[in-house]
């Protein structure tokens, strides 16, 4: 895990400034994420998962304040490449073209154990050095403007390294149900970095 709101990385920094920026989303956002870097080796996979949780009013995002009961909330993920994999290492996204989300169907055909299931998946993102698969885990809620309902057709996984060693870096976005409150954690904690406040227009975000 690496944190980039603690970070005096130049290099790290630089990353987190393009992600914004490509994403559209305040820089605060960027540096109040998840960042992990992961390595495979061969047979090394991850099953298919959500990087995010179903959204549940009752039960809280675990984002910036920890209950006993809260659920994760990651509106979007960036997925860097970091190194060429000889073979295999695929992201593999088995239901992103289906048109209906049937459990029973996913369950009876065990799209979760993609280290068997990986060539039946119908997108799969090749590993390339310097390439990002970014994706959003929500839709957008109409109502707040903020974390919408799970986008369950994000369902994926790392298909099993068949040559080679994987290696990756995620950035994972978290906001909490409250954009007014994540607004006022982002601008408290750019007022106590050095850089200047920006302007956040409802537009930029
Ligand atoms: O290894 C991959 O391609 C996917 C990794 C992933 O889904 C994750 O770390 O959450
Ligand atoms: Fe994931």
Redesign the pocket.
């Known amino acids: 895990w690496l944190y980039p709101d603690r970070s005096k990385d130049k290099v790290f920094a630089e990353v987190q400034k393009r992600v914004a920026k490509v994403v559209g989303l305040p820089l605060e956002l960027i540096k109040l994420s998840d960042f ?1 870097v ?1 390595s ?1 080796g061969i047979k090394g996979h ?1 099953n298919a ?1 959500w ?1 995010s949780a179903r959204v549940e009013p009752k039960v809280p995002c675990c984002t910036r304040e920890r209950t006993k009961q809260c659920r994760i909330c990651r509106y979007m ?1 960036i ?1 860097f490449y970091l190194n060429d994999v000889e073979e295999g ?3 593999a996204f088995p239901v992103a073209n289906n048109s209906t989300l049937d459990y029973q169907t996913m369950m009876e055909k065990d799209l979760v154990d993609l280290y068997r299931k990986c060539e039946e998946s119908p997108l799969k993102v090749s ?1 390339a050095k310097g390439k990002a698969v970014i994706w959003y885990n929500h839709f957008v809620d109409d109502a707040n403007g903020w974390l919408g309902p799970l986008d369950e057709f994000t369902f ?3 298909c099993p390294v068949k040559n080679g060693v ?1 290696w ?1 870096a ?1 950035f994972w976005v978290k906001t909490t149900d409250h954009k007014i409150k994540d607004l006022k954690k982002m601008q408290k904690f750019y007022k106590a970095s050095t850089e200047k406040q920006p302007k956040m227009s409802k537009e930029e975000l």
Do not use: F, M, R, S
């Open positions: 992990q992961v495979y991850y998962h990087d993920t997925l290492g695929e992201t590993p994926h996984g790392g994987k990756i995620n």
